[in-house]
């Protein structure tokens, strides 16, 4: 099966299928997915959404802001579809305006461990509504890039998937880097993209983010068990929905 699904509008549309775990299970494919923003379905062509619907989605994560969704608009009304507005990001930054003499994959790490300190309920419900799906579900923020990275780390971590494989996952975003700089110049047609790493993702940010976490909880693990206080259950029930075992 393909990993990148394609769009006309959406950039960043993958399957998070096909993984191995170090225990020697499988991530399954059309189970759960990742994405830039499911808005822009709204103004594509009609076959787009067409496409989307023939995945056979039943649940939406929206990782945005809800002002953010107030501008942008959201999925267009799908039957069958639940829709979740977790906002798991607190502390909103104009990424367009970062620093440029800043070294931008530890400033990006370190907006990645506030995520994850802030945005721990937020975070918990996802990883609920992930484990009890009862269908394939996709998870997105704008551009498919931090807020959704982040998730799709602590989501494959959780399932065993070794840490080159979610490096790499993350670093995936790379090959929509191009097309996600042209929709900001589209969207912000009077103003200057000061920082020349946007749209940039490359596996240092997941690398340098989940050596700070272990560091502080000492597993990705006892972070979503303690900090994030998700029930061991709802861990094993996500493994059981997600991993496929020979």
Request: hydrophobic share 45%.
């Amino acid at each position: 099966m393909r990993r990148h699904i394609p769009f006309e509008r959406l950039h960043n549309f993958r399957d998070l299928g096909g993984y191995r775990t170090a225990d020697g299970g499988t991530v399954r494919w059309g189970a759960l997915y990742r994405s830039d923003s499911l808005a822009k379905l709204a103004d594509a062509d009609p076959a787009d959404l067409e496409r989307f619907r023939a995945l056979g989605v039943v649940t939406v994560i929206d990782l945005r802001y809800p002002w953010e969704i107030a501008a942008k608009g959201r999925l267009p009304e799908t039957e069958g579809v639940s829709w979740h507005n977790l906002s798991i990001e607190h502390r909103p930054y104009d990424q367009a305006e970062i620093d440029p003499d800043l070294d931008p994959w530890r400033y990006l790490a370190d907006r990645f461990a506030e995520v994850a300190e802030d945005g721990a309920g937020e975070l918990r419900t996802a990883l609920e509504v992930i484990a009890t799906a009862d269908g394939p579900l996709v998870f997105h923020c704008a551009s498919g890039k931090d807020r959704t990275g982040l998730l799709a780390a602590v989501v494959l971590a959780l399932l065993g998937v070794p840490d080159e494989e979610v490096l790499a996952d993350f670093a995936l975003t790379e090959l929509a880097t191009e097309r996600l700089i042209a929709d900001w110049h589209a969207a912000h047609p009077d103003r200057e993209l000061h920082w020349p790493s946007y749209g940039r993702a490359p596996a240092d940010v997941i690398r340098l983010f989940l050596t700070d976490l272990r560091a502080r909880y000492g597993s990705v693990d006892a972070y979503v068990t303690g900090h994030v206080g998700l029930d061991r259950e709802v861990v094993t029930a996500l493994r059981a929905r997600l991993v496929e075992r020979p």
